[in-house]
């Protein structure tokens, strides 16, 4: 005998693996935005002022995608650009 279908649930449970997944491809995106800026700026140095920032490991805070394009814009000096070909 064939069971009695229950779409609300079957839909729900599609839409949590849904989110969860869209949740690890977030964290996993995150995580190698922070791993391309150690890579930039390994001593961690604050671009604007020049001292060394203290490595906070499990803080919980993440930067948005706005301040993290600033922040990775900044982190490159001026002296590094490449001259533009004519």
């Known amino acids: 005998m064939a069971r009695k279908p229950n779409y609300r649930f079957e839909r729900l449970a599609r839409e949590r693996a849904k989110a969860a997944k869209k949740a690890a491809k977030r964290a996993a995106r995150t995580k190698a935005k922070e791993d391309k800026a150690n890579l930039l700026n390994p ?42 070909l004519r």
């Open 43 to 84: 001593e961690a140095i604050d671009p604007e002022t020049g001292e060394v920032i203290a490595a906070e490991a499990g803080t919980g805070e993440e930067a948005t995608e706005g301040e993290a394009d600033t922040a990775e814009e900044q982190s490159v000096s001026p002296g590094t650009v490449e001259p533009e």
